[in-house]
């Protein structure tokens, strides 16, 4: 992503499809990484590529 502005909202979608992780795996990360956004009160928790970043 060029420019660092915020991804768009399709991003979340493209990582689930595109993931070779186990959907119970898969949830367990994005829920962390959210928790991690909550937590520091920032748009991205600094795991890009992963789900729920």
């Known amino acids: 992503m060029s420019g660092g502005g915020r991804p768009g909202p399709a991003r ?3 990582n689930w499809y595109r993931s070779t992780i186990e959907t119970l795996d898969w949830t367990r990360i ?3 990484n959210h928790l991690i956004k909550l937590r520091h009160l920032q748009g991205c928790c600094g795991n ?6």
């Open 48 to 53: 890009h590529g992963q789900p729920g970043c």
């Open 12 to 14: 979340p979608w493209r």
């Open 30 to 32: 994005a829920a962390r």
